[in-house]
């Protein structure tokens, strides 16, 4: 029997649905999706304040890729009148939707077989339905919340969030007192981490001349062959030495890894002799590590491949992102079990994302963080991408007994 009255999630499901059919990527119909959030919520009497992030901040902050003159948008809303905030936090942004769907198309959402299909509906609008659905309900019910209840709806969370959460965080100063991000966990596993990263390039120099006189150049190419084959051999199986001691969604995440040449970038002429070429380098962090002993770690194996192979050698950062972090012991993960345990009927895994999530910018403030939402973990980005209705209702029910357990309140 659902917990909750039938037109709750019912609402949900029309939220969700009507959602979709918004083409939100890249800064596509982002206003007018955040206008149809803003126009549910108003109509059940709860407040509502939109920000556009500014514009001068967008393009400082996006490449030309990115669309960056394409407005932003963040919409915040609130109920309760307690100090103590729960901010539940979604990102209303999806990736392209890509060729071969088959049930139906992607901006046109489908219930059928007990699932809702369309771009977005696991990652991660069906989070954002969610926790606007359990918010409603708070707001309509005859007694006032026992903490104050927030919604954060964010844009571009799949390019970074720097303009999104990071924007919300860092420049507009919310502070929530604990905030939970509606990302597909899976309904028995809780996220309070994600690893790290350091994306680099590998620059190799050698001296450019014709193809036809190479014995006056230096092949820059044939270096850098030797200068990823010694990192292979010998940076590579260092990495298999760290271990992390928390447990990470997939087992393979508790070592840290490394990913070369996923980009590689050369002059482009068949009759030169390359003066200079690159490989990029991919390192992700286990929550032990830091960026700065990462990147010390990689220029020292670089120096010694460059000495061995005498090359002239250089590593160029180009992004660097801290391990996220908030201990599984605290309060909010505590709740979050709790309600899990009440409403799904098992104990939920605490463990660390391979991936990287919003939850770093709360993290990285010290405002305690977590990560649990409705959604088929193995299904974003994928073609005929579904979220199980049931798994959208049994979250609902999370939130709000949630918010009752961080409020000191019973379950409803």
Known sequence: ???????????????????????????????????YYASVLKSHGIHVTIHRVPDEYVKEKLSPEMNPDKPRYILLSRIGDSDKVLQFNGHYDVVFPGE????????????????????????????????????????TISEEPPISVEAAIVPDEEIGGATGTGYLV????????????????????????????????????????????????????????????????NYLPRLKEKTSKYEYDLP???????????????????????????????????????????IKELNKYIAEAAKTFKAEVELRIVEKMEPAFTDPGSEIVEALAKAIRMNIGVEPRRTICVGGLDLRYYSHKGIPVATYGPGEPSMP???DEYIEVENLHKVIDVYVDLVNILGGGSSK
Do not use: C
Request: aromatic share 10%; no cysteine.
């Open 1 to 35: 029997m659902p917990k909750l009255p039938y037109w709750i999630y019912d609402l949900a499901e029309e939220i969700l649905m009507e959602s979709i059919k918004y083409t939100t990527v890249l800064g596509e119909a982002y206003e007018d999706l955040v206008n």
């Open 100 to 139: 071969g769907w088959k049930v139906t198309e992607p901006f046109k959402p489908i219930k059928k077989n007990g699932r809702i299909y369309g771009r977005g509906s696991t990652d991660m609008k069906g989070g954002i339905a969610a926790f606007l659905a359990a918010m409603i309900y708070l707001a």
């Open 170 to 233: 860092n420049v507009l100063g919310s502070k929530p007192t604990w905030a939970v991000i509606a990302e597909p966990s899976g309904l028995d596993n809780i996220w309070h981490g994600h690893k790290g990263l350091v994306w680099g390039e590998v620059v190799v120099k050698g001296k450019q001349s014709h193809g036809s006189t190479p014995w006056l150049g230096i092949n820059a190419f044939e270096k850098m062959v030797y200068i990823a084959k010694y990192l292979i051999e």
């Open 252 to 294: 393979e995440g508790k070592y840290p890894t490394a990913t070369f040449g996923g980009k590689l970038s050369a002059p482009g002429s068949i009759n030169i002799v390359p003066g200079q070429v690159s490989f990029s380098i991919d390192r992700r962090l286990i929550i032990e590590e830091t960026t700065n002993e990462v």
């Open 381 to 383: 980005h994928k073609v």
